[in-house]
């Protein structure tokens, strides 16, 4: 595609249940990353693809969270036993070059647990 | 890791003014870039800057790189309200590490 694409745009889950977050990236872009915004605060850092390198889980903020991504293209973001505090946008960026090149964002999923 | 930090935090601007925002770290930086995410909207990237001393411009935009590489600033000529929005820097090199970002409001 054009751009990254993320699906779904909007989640709204029941707390407990497990949520599974897509990430398309540009076409060749060997760098993914996730990162989590909250209501009008910053990015946060979760993790980081680089081709077939170990991925950068440092951001990840429990086990519930884990991150997969197959044949150095989709990534798959997944939350189990979801928290009310895990509400927030996660947004998934591509790049050509690891931290050198412009980062190309999705429009993000919105997820909400009740 | 390294952090970068921005400063203000709020940017409330009176439209036609002039005004700055600022992106420090504690150590030196392998590049910085800037991104500007409107409400409601995703970041999208402005700038790469990479050089000691870099200077880059972008119509009404000005972006520099500190001679040491530990700062950043982008300053905005004649704010317009098409100006608002969150502005983040972010520093490259290993991976993106955004800063807090400045909340840019306009007042026409």
């Known amino acids: 595609g054009a751009g990254v694409s993320q699906s779904p745009s909007n989640k709204v889950t029941e707390k407990g249940k497990d949520v599974e977050l897509r990430c398309d990236p540009i076409?060749?872009?060997?760098?993914l990353y996730w990162y989590r915004q909250s209501l009008g605060q910053g990015l946060e850092f979760l993790i980081y693809f680089q081709g077939n390198s170990a991925p950068d889980k440092s951001g990840l903020p429990s086990d519930r969270f884990s991150a997969e991504r197959t044949g150095g293209s989709v990534s798959t973001l997944t939350i189990q036993r979801t928290q009310q505090e895990d509400s927030a946008v996660y947004l998934c960026?591509?790049?050509?070059?690891?931290?050198?090149?412009?980062?190309?964002f999705g429009q993000g999923t919105r997820l909400t647990v009740v | 890791g390294q952090q970068v930090m921005q400063i203000p935090q709020y940017q409330h601007v009176q439209e036609g003014e002039d005004f700055t925002t600022y992106c420090n770290s504690s150590t030196t930086l392998s590049n910085i870039q800037w991104y500007k995410q409107r409400p409601g909207g995703h970041p999208v990237f402005l700038i790469q800057l990479v050089k000691s001393g870099e200077v880059k411009k972008q119509k009404r935009l000005t972006f520099q790189f500190g001679e040491a590489k530990k700062n950043s600033s982008l300053h905005i000529t004649a704010t317009q309200t098409t100006d608002v929005g969150t502005y983040f820097c972010?520093?490259?090199?290993?991976?993106?590490?955004f800063g807090a970002g400045t909340t840019v409001t306009v007042r026409a």
């Open positions: 972010a520093e490259g090199g290993y991976k993106l590490s």
């Open positions: 076409s060749g872009h060997t760098a």
């Open positions: 960026a591509s790049s050509v070059l690891r931290g050198e090149g412009k980062a190309f």
